[in-house]
């Protein structure tokens, strides 16, 4: 474990960036890296405790991305370390597909008390959020016996061949790549910001409920032949955006009408992230399935997919991994639970609704932020070219979060002008106002550059 001890409070930058160490790893990674990765600015890490990130050069970073909304519990948290360690050195792999772990049936125990579901419930266990929902995909074909699927405009499921045709973030993810799983259609998100101009929250709202019944299921894909509707409570990679709890009870209602499974993908929304350990729970409806990864395990790679126990009927060899459950990650997570049921969740939602109450008056106050949502510490600045239209102000964003990595805050965008705020669940209320300050300074700057 790293000896050096890291800021306690905000950053510390002591180089130009990216520094001369930074500068030679990144010639590296240019020759040999794969060009695909999506890298928002030249942040090489070398160490990290709780909110803070240390990179090669020394400097000193406060973190509001969380490794991707990954790092839960903070960055190297001891409890977490120590499980790690504990488990390296008694048995690091003997496959949970083919043998047994006894951790494997702790951890499922574990998450079956947090089920946001009633009644029994089963795991299965793989390595990443995008293999969660090839599992929760494959799970619901295999238990309804039917095929198609809806998913939702703006979602990011993954991108592997089976969770890439839910996803409909970006083109360029696509691009390509076709033909992806057939079966899949896609229905309007209920992003109430982004409404037709005229219309209430409560129209827009029924006239995406009606978008699946009177056009979907009319025209496209008829119900009985839906296996599962695949939705974010709180939408990720689309901008941040909550769904209304409106329209989640509708889409429970569409699913009952019709023996449709509902699956709630909270790979990157659940895990206390919302200040309760599932985001649907916000809204009062209970999934048949729901996927977790990402901050489950504080960033060793987990994925977990969780349904009702009668819907996990499917028999020996219809889907396994070789490496899902293996034990140091399993061990991991039931350490990261400690943490989360402990102090983070609790902290998520306390920080998160302090940083929400200083943000909210920037509606007001600041001429190129359109609107502030969002739960917990998984909250979306949205940045606009003119309120008036609420024109996308993309560069501009991508502007606002260069300068604040400058000034050593480490943000990152989420849809095509959202900046996301996603630190650790263990942030504090200081390094949150610290974090603040330095965000709407950067905001002021791109705001006075474009008048």
């Avoid at 950053?11 to 695909?36: E, F, H, M, V, W």
């Avoid at 120590?82 to 008694?90: L, R």
């Avoid at 899902?324 to 102090?343: M, Y």
Wanted: charged residues 20%; proline residues 6%.
């Amino acid at each position: 474990m790293p000896t050096q001890t890291l800021s306690a409070n905000g950053p510390k930058i002591r180089t130009k960036l990216p520094g001369p160490n930074a500068q030679k790893i990144l010639k590296g990674d240019a020759q040999y890296i794969s060009p695909s990765y999506t890298r928002s600015y030249p942040l090489v890490a070398k160490s990290g405790r709780g909110s803070i990130i240390e990179d090669v050069d020394g400097n000193e970073f406060l973190d509001f991305s969380s490794g991707i909304a990954v790092c839960s519990t903070g960055h190297c948290h001891p409890e977490v370390v120590a499980a790690i360690q504990k488990q390296a050195g008694e048995l690091i792999h003997m496959s949970g597909t083919d043998f047994y772990y006894e951790n494997m049936v702790t951890l499922a125990e574990r998450l079956a008390k947090t089920a946001p579901m009633s009644g029994p419930v089963r795991v299965y266990y793989g390595n990443s959020g995008t293999e969660a929902i090839e599992a929760a995909m494959k799970l619901a074909r295999y238990h309804t016996k039917r095929q198609g699927i809806i998913a939702f405009y703006g979602a990011f499921h993954g991108r592997t061949m089976g969770a890439l045709s839910l996803t409909a973030s970006k083109a360029q993810q696509k691009r390509r790549f076709f033909p992806v799983v057939p079966g899949v259609v896609h229905a309007p998100f209920p992003y109430v910001y982004r409404r037709p101009e005229g219309q209430t929250e409560a129209q827009f709202l029924k006239e995406c409920v009606s978008f699946i019944e009177d056009r979907v299921f009319k025209t496209i894909m008829p119900p009985e032949e839906c296996a599962a509707i695949f939705i974010e409570p709180i939408q990720g990679e689309g901008g941040y955006v909550p769904v209304p709890k409106e329209y989640m009870q509708e889409l429970r209602r569409i699913c009952d009408k019709h023996g449709i499974l509902l699956v709630a993908d909270e790979v990157q929304c659940g895990a206390g992230r919302s200040g309760k350990m599932w985001a649907i729970e916000h809204t009062g409806v209970e999934p048949d399935i729901i996927t977790m990864a990402k901050g489950i395990a504080s960033g060793m790679p987990l994925g977990v997919t969780m349904s009702r126990a009668e819907i996990m009927d499917w028999v020996p060899g219809s889907h396994a991994s070789t490496f899902g459950g293996n034990p140091i990650c399993i061990e991991a997570a039931l350490a990261t639970l400690n943490v989360l049921e402990r102090e983070g969740i609790a902290n998520a939602e306390a920080v998160g609704n302090h940083i929400l109450r200083r943000i909210t008056p920037w509606v007001q106050k600041h001429p190129m932020v359109g609107d502030v949502r969002g739960r917990g510490l998984m909250l979306g600045v949205e940045i606009v070219k003119d309120k008036a239209t609420r024109a996308t102000a993309h560069d501009e964003r991508d502007r606002i979060v260069d300068l604040a990595f400058e000034r050593g805050l480490l943000f990152l965008g989420a849809g095509e002008n959202t900046i996301r705020i996603a630190p650790p669940l263990v942030l504090t209320q200081e390094q949150a106002d610290i974090a603040m300050d330095v965000l709407e300074e950067c905001i002021g700057i791109v705001e006075k550059e474009n008048k």
